[in-house]
């Protein structure tokens, strides 16, 4: 996984109140910390900034990413 791929999540994070499916954005890949900080848009004014493990998304294909 790499900054800016388009992510999906794979799980339900309700300290984040995001939800299962939800796409986001690679905004920082910490390799020393094996975690990632991904951006999720919640409507034009609520940008939400999640860390997250490798085992909570995945990433989808370019078709999907848009």
């Known amino acids: 996984m790499q ?12 300290e984040y109140s995001l939800h299962k499916g939800e796409r986001g954005t690679v905004v920082f890949v910490s390799e020393t910390a094996n975690t990632y900080l991904v951006e999720f848009l919640q409507g034009e004014e609520n940008p939400v900034i999640a ?9 989808l294909p370019s078709e999907y990413a848009a």
């Open 51 to 59: 860390t997250l493990k490798e085992s909570q998304i995945r990433v």
């Open 3 to 14: 900054e800016l791929d388009v992510v999906t999540l794979l799980e339900d994070m309700p």
